[in-house]
């Protein structure tokens, strides 16, 4: 795909296309991987004819454009393939020994060793129902609910991530924490994703690809050389929300210098046989909101008004003793003394208990001075914000 910037009026009359696995050879239209010769077409975009792809390989291309009595040719770039089969996948499906039932979410921790200098690595990953990505300590990726939701007994997809700069000469650490997603969810509702025949406690498929500046190659792939262990995200689902427990966090969990000991991770069966790169648009923050007025309920509740409806998630910053106990709900509606209304949206709810309340997040304190939470792997449509805790 392409397209043309001018400042006078210009057609597109004719177009040719070459791609090469080389800059060199693109600059001397050598051993070209395809050349679509000169084609008498307005078209901007244009499906790949050329010779078959490889895996984990960068292509160089650029166009040149007809118009009346000019050509024009681009400046070159470059577009870099994944996985092109399923073959190509060295990594195994794994996860823990618990259940689907089972409501901590897991996680799972790598160490290894890059023993000569790093040209460039990538990270090809799928956990679903979602994950978090981690290498080092650092959080990889800025988007969020990856990967994007699919049939999953048919199709599953994964995401690509440059590591390069995550990574160093010597040890390192791979952390990935999962959560339920639409893959498992446990909490009923009027759509029934709780009878889903993919149904599963979530699993992990990863893989790492570092090649080193002598242009060896090794593959960090996920096993049952992996560990895993739950912490401190105690529930989570896409239409209720997260419980996060700050007293059971683990610092250091997905670093080289984390010392406790975790179990083994298990082999997981694959969903589906079709995995797929994600091509859907990634899930982002794009703004943030202050409250617009806020309104005392009494000492431990209060209500805030974001001055408009909105889909995303609430970060919060409180203080308080350990063990304090902080419930965020959200709803699109005040009832007539101000109070959230939730009533338009929790009939499609069918709750197990009283702690699965719709769109309601929850923070247990650490007692640690300011803390925040930012809950993953749900997020919510409300305008109206109710804040509630069992302490003053």
């Not at 600059?27 to 050329?50: C, F, P, R």
């Not at 009346?68 to 020994?97: L, N």
């Not at 419930?327 to 208990?353: C, F, K, T, W, Y």
């Amino acid at each position: 795909m392409w397209h043309m910037n001018s400042k006078k009026p210009q057609q597109q009359q004719a177009y040719r296309i070459i791609v090469a696995n080389s800059i060199e050879k693109l600059n001397t239209d050598s051993a070209l991987v395809w050349d679509s010769g000169k084609i008498k077409a307005d078209d901007q975009i244009v499906y790949y004819e050329g010779a078959p792809l490889m895996a984990h390989k960068r292509y160089y291309w650029k166009v040149e454009i007809w118009t009346a009595g000019k050509k024009i040719v681009s400046k070159p770039t470059w577009f870099e393939t994944a996985k092109i089969a399923s073959s190509d996948w060295k990594a195994s499906w794994i996860t823990d020994t618990h259940d689907k039932e089972f409501e901590p979410s897991p996680r799972f921790r790598k160490v290894f060793n890059a023993q000569k200098p790093i040209a460039e690595a990538r990270c090809y990953i799928s956990g679903l129902g979602y994950y978090q990505l981690y290498l080092n300590g650092k959080t990889i990726g800025e988007s969020s609910l990856n990967p994007g939701f699919t049939d999953y007994s048919k199709r599953v997809l994964y995401n690509t991530y440059d590591v390069t700069e995550a990574l160093q000469k010597g040890t390192n650490c791979i952390g990935v924490q999962l959560g339920n997603g639409w893959f498992n969810e446990q909490t009923p509702t009027v759509w029934y994703f709780h009878l889903a025949p993919w149904r599963a406690r979530p699993q992990l498929l990863c893989e790492v690809l570092i090649t080193y500046t002598d242009g060896e190659q090794e593959i960090i792939k996920s096993d049952t050389s992996w560990q895993t262990n739950t912490g401190p995200v105690r529930f989570d689902n896409i239409h209720v929300g997260t419980t996060y427990d700050a007293r059971l966090e683990q610092p250091g969990w997905n670093t080289v210098n984390f010392k406790e000991s975790w179990k083994a991770s298990t082999l997981a069966n694959a969903p589906a046989h079709l995995i797929e790169s994600q091509k859907m648009p990634l899930i982002a923050e794009t703004d943030r909101y202050s409250p617009v007025s806020v309104t005392k309920i009494n000492d431990t509740c209060y209500v805030y008004d974001m001055g408009m409806n909105t889909a995303g998630i609430t970060e919060v910053r409180i203080k308080g003793q350990k063990g304090t106990r902080v419930m965020v709900r959200h709803a699109e509606m005040l009832d007539s003394v101000g109070n959230i209304d939730q009533r338009n949206i929790n009939m499609h709810l069918r709750p197990r208990n009283e702690r699965e309340i719709i769109q309601s997040d929850v923070y247990i304190l650490k007692g640690a001075g300011e803390e925040v939470f930012k809950p993953a792997f749900t997020y919510h449509g409300f305008q109206y914000v109710e804040i509630t805790s069992d302490h003053p």
